[in-house]
């Protein structure tokens, strides 16, 4: 099983960035997806997952309304279109199905 995510970046308050996540190994389209942010010196925590076919999303209370999580079972890929970044947002983000593997993460910065 492997993550490999991508897209990443240093972007100004209120920028945005779009992420992608290719997954391999195992049936993606057969797995919920989903994005993880590690803060420095806190805790992965889940902001978003994607249902199978893509009909049912979830998004935490602190990116509802900003981030978008879709899929493309096609090319095993989840995407994550961040709008609206603010500096808390700043944090390396996962992409994983089950939490028991996990890619080496992309960087996000937002900084003026």
């Known amino acids: 099983v492997q993550f490999v995510e991508s897209g990443g970046g240093l972007v100004q308050p209120g920028g945005s960035l779009r992420l992608s996540c290719v997954a391999s190994?195992?049936?993606?389209?057969?797995?919920?997806m989903r994005w993880y942010r590690q803060a420095p010196g806190k805790e992965r925590a889940l902001d978003a997952s994607?249902?199978?076919?893509?009909?049912?999303?979830y998004y935490d209370d602190s990116v509802k309304g900003r981030f978008t999580i879709s899929r493309d079972n096609g090319k095993n890929t989840v995407y994550l279109q961040m709008n609206s970044l603010k500096p808390e947002d700043t944090a390396v983000y996962y992409c994983t199905a089950t939490a028991r593997n996990w890619g080496q993460g992309t960087q996000v910065t937002v900084s003026s």
């Open positions: 190994g195992f049936t993606f389209s057969s797995y919920v």
């Open positions: 994607i249902s199978i076919f893509g009909g049912t999303t």
